[in-house]
């Protein structure tokens, strides 16, 4: 194997981790933080920048429904390592089985009380609606209480 380190984020030069060959890279690094935390340590370092990169491409939703994300596209980092690994290794399954302790985690939240939150995007549009109708107490991160946890 050639011993290389990747990381998952989108840019220019990367490649997508469905077109990597099985084995080819032991090791993912991965920063975990929020999006300018996560920006602001990459542009900081020559030596994560000097990196190959990788990409998902994938539109699977995420299943961390308590957390707002920019996009329903947008991952945690348990969802996109996972999912980086299954591609990349040709592994079916594994993101499931990775992601089982994320999933059972919500759906007990959801069991007393938590509400799945809209995504960053969808408030915006609901805060435009709501500015247009004349409302003061504009909201910020919308949830969605009468979400369904059982088919979750």
């Not at 990788?54 to 299943?63: A, C, E, G």
Request: charged share 25%; net charge positive; proline share 5%.
């Amino acid at each position: 194997k050639q011993w290389y380190q990747r990381r998952v984020r989108a840019g220019k030069d990367a490649v997508d981790c469905s077109n990597v060959s099985p084995g080819t890279y032991d090791q993912i690094i991965c920063l975990d933080g929020t999006w300018p935390q996560a920006r602001r340590l990459y542009q900081k370092n020559p030596l994560l920048q000097s990196l190959p990169k990788v990409m998902l491409s994938s539109t699977r939703k995420s299943v961390y429904l308590i957390h707002t994300q920019p996009t329903v596209h947008h991952l945690s980092t348990l969802e996109s390592v996972a999912r980086a690994i299954e591609e990349m290794e040709r592994l079916d399954g594994l993101e499931d089985k990775l992601i089982a302790p994320l999933k059972e985690m919500v759906r007990t939240q959801f069991k007393y009380g938590a509400c799945a939150h809209s995504t960053q995007q969808e408030a915006r549009v609901i805060r435009k609606q709501e500015i247009k109708n004349g409302e003061k107490n504009l909201t910020v991160a919308p949830k969605i209480c009468d979400f369904n946890y059982d088919t979750f």
